[in-house]
């Protein structure tokens, strides 16, 4: 009787174990999908080599950081990112046939052409030079962003660091070619140094996002920081530096400041000036470890709201309040039904955000959002988050964030894009032109040959009160390996609507660390290519030939000039225009509605180029735009267009006028 009566009392929890575990591999051959090669069919990439500056293979090359003596057993922990890669109109020839690198091997910023630019958009490739500003070997280039900080037509970039405050390189208006000697580096935060050394805060920026955040017509600024300021990659540093003081809700990072921008100048010295507003994100959602933040205007007022994803804490959705001159913002939480798990309320969750995306997955209208997490299998296993818009409108959206409540179901695994692995940086994109969009996703940690997942695993067990003395935390030096061999991901859709992972098809599957990801049409074809950059590896380009590609509609959205000397893309460098930042379109054709952005930057450590592209599919007739921008000025406009596929160039001022492509 005492036997039976044992049998029958673990018969609950060994049935649990086995719906568990049957849901388990259900779930993970969902993910796998049987039909996988016969949607990869679709799609073809051809990976082709990246030119680099002349000597930059004799470079010394490392695969771990030097860093305080308190990091010292995590090196390799700390040295997991600062890889990335953009893509852009670096030329004003109207193609986005440019590239910036961070190579975390160098600790270099690259710009070069991409391995599909033509003749007339080649340049030698080059190092980019901060000085006559100070940055010593305490400080590492962690993110390079394309831009227009001056309004003069030409495009500048923005480096962020480990150590210090972001730079601007701003581009002199009598160059000719991209080259070092043609930008000019100015602190994006000024500090005063009487001894050439750098002096000002120590910022450690993994995220940065760019827009107009207030509606005045002019870019401006999120910095996320990760580490608070200190001396994290300073071999002799003060044992100044913490960890997470929480493996769900850390508060202890060093957070999102606003940097809004004030005035600008061109010429030959060009200027662009930013003041911070400490006020503009509440105090509570600006404190987290934030490895990315991304914008879209969803209520459409030609706002950006923000998405911050924060790793070990709350992801934040930021409401947009602002006005000329004043940034402000203000949170939207989900709402929790019975059925709900408490993680998968936006706002609420516990898992650790790595990258989002916002993009239109079902032709809705509406902008939904994707989300890396740590789904990795017997490890961290979370979800990664599909937040899908569930407003029947801008306006119900609008009246839901202004009450404080953010109208989002999260849908992952409904979709088969719950679970990848150790993710990083995510982009969706149609690379097919089909009127889907695919997801692409960064993948992998730390590499070398000893599996230390237990002891990860044991961390996380541990308490709270332990965790932000880097001293308690398990041993990660090199030749340890925590998810080393993940792969990038490509979701792309299969017939029954959900995503399947096809990178092993597509030869995209290389088990090396990657983080960011950039994609462009870079070669004013409609063919959406991508590039990678991998962490302590080589970054990757790989060129798009699909046999399918259908037909596609490309905007390239720009406002007039601010610098009265550009006169277009034949004066050196200055394109057609200034970048319309927040514009947004919703392109109509008889298989419905699709909306899209100009996106000035957004996600983890990679960043698309600017145009606003839609997928056509089989489709050739002409598409029914409408257009929102706000003009230099801060004034909001509005109007329909009709237009044919292919790739067009629009003046938007009061009104929206075709301009020619070169």
């Known amino acids: 009787m005492a036997y039976s009566q044992r049998i029958r009392r673990l018969v609950p929890g060994l049935v649990t174990v086995l719906i568990a575990a049957t849901l388990f591999f259900a779930t993970r051959e969902s993910v796998a999908a049987p039909d996988g090669t016969k949607v990869a069919a679709a799609y073809r990439f051809k990976e082709m080599p990246i030119a680099m500056p002349p000597g930059y293979d004799k470079l010394p090359k490392r695969t771990v950081r030097e860093v305080n003596p308190a990091y010292e057993k995590i090196r390799s922990w700390i040295s997991s990112v600062g890889a990335s890669i953009a893509i852009n109109d670096v030329t ?52 390079c962003t ?27 208006s009598d160059a000719r070619t991209p080259s070092n000697s043609a930008y000019v580096p100015r602190e994006l935060v000024p500090f005063q140094s009487r001894d050439g050394k750098y002096h000002g805060p120590r910022w450690n920026t993994d995220a940065v996002h760019v827009s107009d955040l207030d509606g005045d017509g002019h870019p401006d600024i999120v910095i996320g ?50 003041t911070e507003d400490s006020k503009a994100i509440p105090y509570d959602a600006a404190t987290g470890w934030t490895l990315a933040i991304a914008g879209a205007d969803l209520t459409g007022d030609v706002l950006p709201e923000l998405y911050i994803a924060n790793d070990f804490g709350h992801d934040h959705l930021l409401y947009n309040r602002s006005r000329p001159g004043q940034i402000r913002f203000t949170e939207a939480v989900g709402e929790r039904t019975p059925s709900t798990p408490k993680s998968f309320v936006l706002g609420k969750g516990s898992f650790k955000g790595m990258g989002v995306d916002f993009g239109d997955l079902d032709r809705t209208g509406r902008f939904d959002m994707v989300v890396s997490n740590i789904t990795a299998a017997w490890g961290l296993e979370e979800s990664n988050f599909v937040w899908k818009n569930r407003t029947s409108d801008e306006a119900e959206m609008e009246r839901k964030l202004a009450d404080g409540v953010a109208p989002f179901t999260q ?79 490509f979701y792309a859709r299969t017939d029954d609507g959900t995503f399947a992972n096809i990178s092993e098809q597509l030869g995209l599957a290389v088990p090396t660390p990657t983080r960011a990801l950039a994609t462009g049409d870079t070669t004013g074809t409609g063919a959406l290519d991508l590039a990678v950059a991998r962490q302590w590896g080589q970054p990757a380009f790989y060129c798009n030939t699909s046999p399918e590609l259908g037909n596609h509609l490309t905007l390239n ?54 145009e606003v592209r839609f997928g056509l599919g089989s489709y050739d007739g002409p598409v029914n735009l409408d257009i929102r921008w706000r003009d230099a000025d801060g004034n909001v406009h509005q109007q329909e267009r009709r237009l044919d596929p292919g790739t067009h160039t629009l003046m938007l001022t009061g009104d929206a006028q075709e301009v020619p492509s070169t």
């Open 225 to 274: 920081n990760y580490f608070p300021d200190s001396d994290v990659l300073d071999p002799h540093g003060l044992k100044n530096v913490v960890m997470n003081d929480s493996l769900s809700r850390s508060e202890n990072a060093g957070g999102d400041r606003v940097l809004r921008w004030t005035s600008a100048t061109s010429g030959t010295e060009p200027t662009a000036h930013y």
């Open 411 to 489: 849908e992952a695994r409904e979709y088969g894009l719950a679970w990848t692995g150790w993710n990083w940086d995510v982009k969706m994109g149609d690379f097919r032109n089909s009127g889907n969009q695919d997801v692409v996703q960064t993948d992998g940690f730390v590499k070398g040959e000893i599996d230390r997942w237990p002891w990860l695993q044991e961390m996380a067990m541990a308490n709270d009160l332990l965790l932000s003395n880097p001293a308690m935390w398990p041993n990660v030096q090199p030749g340890d390996d925590i998810a080393g061999d993940d792969k990038l991901a």
């Open 557 to 610: 959205l720009v406002r007039p000039s601010e610098d009265p000397a550009a006169k277009g893309s034949d004066d050196g460098l200055s394109g057609a225009g200034t970048p319309a930042y927040n514009a947004t379109v919703r392109a109509t054709t008889p298989d419905g509605t699709e909306i899209a952005q100009l996106d000035g930057g957004s996600g983890h450590s990679g960043f698309r180029s600017f």
């Open 146 to 172: 394309f831009g227009d900080f001056n309004a003069d037509a030409r495009m500048d970039i923005l480096v962020s660091y480990w150590g210090r405050t972001p730079i601007l390189f701003l581009a002199r």
């Open 92 to 143: 004003g020839n109207g193609r986005a046939s440019g590239m910036c690198i961070v190579d975390t091997r160098t600790d270099q910023v690259t710009v070069t052409y991409t391995p599909t630019a033509r003749k007339a958009d080649r340049f030698t490739p080059f190092l980019l030079d901060a000085a006559p500003l100070p940055v010593d070997n305490t400080m590492a280039p962690t993110g």
